[in-house]
């Protein structure tokens, strides 16, 4: 094989349109071979003989896209130093933008014999492994566009490609569980009837399937147990996985984008799916064991686990550094993704020991031209010590809010003395975003996600079903916060039935009502349920994937509604905290910007937030100064709204506060099934609102006088235009 010295940079396997450069970092090697495979496996290996700074590298002339190949690393292996180099085992390029194949979980992946972990197995892995993928990296992105929508404006749908589509009737059975079924005209058309702006994806990076799981039956259906950080997961892919995977997810990218949706990916870099001492080695851990993985100090035969899942990328490691940065930028710039959502964030900061929001992993996302301007949220917590980070992250990024999470389900479960800390949540989480100078949209709030229980599960079981996940249902979180409404799982009770819809309805309406950004899981606006099941990570079956054949389609109504009503106003999605002054207004001083109320409709005053009794409360928010538009896109100032919730089990009457706070009340929302007055509520008048429910009212405006188009109209204008005008001044002549 024909074979130039090359560029060290970039790393991977890059096509030029003529031939093929391969760069491979590794500090501890000896030598480096480049192992080409065809279409019946035979092997070619090239040795890399150009070193430039611990990468090797060489240009081959004559490979072309579609090529499969990997590694052999010649080195030291002498595992309590951390060195675990064996040229007898086949390594995926840690850059490999595509791959083909999976691997078997022969005893050939790993550099130990079973039994005997201190021993060394030197059986060739070739024909086991999963091989990188030479890609074709051109794309006609013509027409493509950057969306950048605000997250103030932003609406997250957390999505798996395969649970979405797998199921859905209208999806060709080619395209179903793929990148093309997701970029569906009958996907997308459903994400925009809710009013989705952004679909977040459980992992599409390259992963691994678990042996474990394999043996049981079940399989790795999450996908947090990366591999590959270039390469999109090729069993997603209807068109093939010799770079196929590479086209049809870009083409997935520009159709959600010509749709006014954005791509968020769930990346997982904190660690990767080679586990612990006793697991394979497939990449990182042949090439430079020590720089990729963060090992124990005083024995480095083994690892330290922030993740729970055996090792934590070594975030100290430039080339580490390196290679998060490296991916990152390559899936803005070269497929066009919109952001990220970081698992186990807090592994990432941790450079030492503690988590620091001052790492040196920050500080590169902070400076980077390209990575810094895209949406970055955080998942903020992981499994070691202080590892708990809710609030703490950096300015530039947003966090999943697990404390909006547990404090909602919490109050409309009736638990004592919440709403204090309800009314924190649903304002936007002051407490812990405004001291870093950062907004309501820092808060990224969520009810449920992919981890824990569905919507309907939330309000169906009180305690988790895993069974199905052959672990005597000893996995999963067992303190979900959940209510059965009376009856475990499934009933034929009308009304724990009923109870449970407007529970569900409940749950939506406080989400994209409060500030911050709403995340809504795929299937919980169609009543989705895992049978109770609160950790599906092993369950790629019509347990967790999307039936739309049993949609709920009043469900589905009510989410377009209230997402179209958040649209709408800018009231729920403020740029700033609420101040809530004047708090103690004098004669006519406006209105503060919220104000909560008694039922009685007197101001709440601060002790009677921690009543463990308190189950009920109205708000209102001020729309003064916040720029709406109408609906032939004119300017104008937002309207004020009511709104009551009730998390009692008996209906609670509720007086509608004076005349300045606004003469009269539409209702646009009622959680309980009562149909909106057809007549507006006149101030200081009494509202009814139901057991378990909210009411949402609007200042009452009358509704404009739409300006009349039709030729009738028309000529009678123009007959008006020709009466005869007499000057009331004499003429000069």
């Known amino acids: 094989m024909e074979s130039w010295p090359g560029s060290a940079y970039p790393l991977g396997a890059t096509y030029d349109g003529s031939g093929t450069n391969f760069a491979l970092f590794s500090e501890v090697a000896e030598r480096v071979q480049l192992c080409l495979f065809d279409d019946d496996g035979n092997e070619t290996c090239v040795d890399l003989t150009e070193v430039d700074a611990f990468v090797w590298h060489a240009y081959l002339p004559l490979v072309q896209p579609g090529q ?13 130093n951390g060195l675990r180099c064996n040229p007898n085992k086949l390594l995926l390029d840690p850059y490999a933008k595509a791959t083909s194949g999976e691997i078997d979980w022969d005893q050939s992946l790993f ?15 070739a024909s086991h492994m999963t091989y990188g993928v030479v890609i074709n990296p051109f794309f006609d992105w013509a027409g493509d566009r950057k969306l950048r929508i605000p997250y103030s404006q932003s609406v997250i749908y957390e999505a798996h490609v395969k649970g979405l589509t797998e199921l859905h009737p209208d999806v060709p059975e080619e395209q179903r569980g793929t990148y093309a079924g997701l970029a569906h005209p009958k996907v ?28 049981k039956g079940l399989s790795n259906y999450w996908g947090y ?9 090729s069993t997603y892919a209807s068109a093939g ?13 520009k159709s959600l984008h010509a749709a006014g949706i954005e791509v968020i990916l769930d990346v997982v870099y904190n660690h990767t799916a080679e586990g612990n001492h006793l697991g394979p080695t497939i990449s990182f851990r042949g090439i430079d064991n020590a720089a990729y993985y963060r090992l124990v100090e005083d024995d480095q035969r083994y690892y330290m686990d922030y993740t729970g899942t055996g090792n934590t990328l070594n975030v100290r490691h430039p080339h580490s550094l390196q290679l998060i940065m490296d991916s990152l930028r390559y899936w803005v710039t070269e497929m066009h993704v919109d952001g990220f959502r970081f698992d186990l964030a807090s592994a990432l900061a941790r450079e030492f020991y503690d988590v620091d929001r001052l790492s040196t992993f920050f500080e590169l996302v902070q400076q980077d031209p390209v990575v810094s301007q895209v949406k970055l949220i955080a998942e ?34 009736g638990e004592p003395s919440t709403l204090g800390e309800f009314a924190s949540r649903f304002t936007g989480s002051a407490d812990l975003y405004e001291h870093s100078g950062r907004r309501p949209v820092a808060s990224i709030n969520f009810v449920t996600a992919h981890d824990g229980f569905t919507l309907r599960d939330l309000v169906s079981y009180n305690e988790k079903h895993n069974d199905a996940n052959g672990e005597d249902n000893n996995d999963g979180e067992s303190h979900n916060r959940s209510w059965n409404s009376g009856a475990e799982g499934p009933t034929d009770d009308p009304e724990v039935l009923a109870l449970r819809a407007r529970q569900q309805r409940n749950f939506i309406a406080t989400l994209v009502l409060s500030q911050g950004v709403p995340m809504i899981l795929h299937g919980d606006e169609l009543g989705r349920t895992q049978e109770g099941n609160n950790n599906t990570y092993a369950q790629d079956s019509p347990l967790s994937w999307v039936h739309w054949d049993s949609e709920d389609l009043p469900l589905i109504e009510f989410t377009a509604a209230v997402l179209r009503l958040r649209k709408e106003h800018p009231t729920f999605r403020r740029s700033r905290f609420f101040d809530g002054r004047p708090v103690k207004r004098g004669a006519g001083e406006p209105l503060p910007d919220i104000v909560w109320l008694n039922s009685d409709a007197s101001e709440m005053q601060p002790e009677e937030w921690d009543s463990p009794l308190s189950r009920a409360v109205g708000v209102f928010l001020n729309g003064n100064g916040i720029r709406a538009r109408d609906a032939r896109g004119q300017q104008l100032t937002d309207v004020h709204f009511l709104i009551y919730f009730n998390a009692h089990d008996e209906d609670q009457e509720f007086t509608l506060p004076s005349i300045e706070y606004g003469e009269s009340w539409d209702i646009v929302i009622d959680t309980a099934g009562g149909a909106a007055d057809a007549t507006a509520l006149e101030a200081s008048s009494t509202l009814s609102v139901g057991g378990r429910s909210l009411v949402v009212l609007r200042a009452h405006r009358e509704p404009e006088v739409e300006p009349d188009h039709s030729v009738a109209a028309s000529l009678s204008a123009q007959a008006d235009t020709t009466t005869i005008v007499i000057p009331t001044t004499p003429s000069v002549g």
Do not use: C
Not at 68 to 80: F, I, M, N, S
Not at 384 to 411: I, S
């Open 188 to 215: 997308i058309e459903h994400l925009l009837k809710l009013g989705i702006t952004a679909i977040e994806l459980m992992p599409v990076h390259q992963f691994v399937n678990d042996s474990t799981l394999i043996d």
């Open 68 to 80: 499969r190949y990997g590694y052999r690393v010649h080195g030291p292996y002498d595992p309590e």
């Open 241 to 253: 996985d010799r770079g196929q995977q590479v086209q049809e997810f870009k083409g997935m990218v």
């Open 380 to 413: 903020p917590w992981d499994v070691g010590p202080g590892g708990y980070q809710v609030g703490n992250f950096p300015p530039q990024w947003t966090e999943w809010n697990g404390k909006y999470r547990d404090t909602v389900r919490d109050f409309w479960r």
């Open 225 to 233: 147990n990366t591999i590959g950080f270039f390469a999109p997961q």
């Open 111 to 125: 550099s130990y014999t079973f039994g005997d972990p201190d021993s060394r197995n030197d059986d060739d892995s």
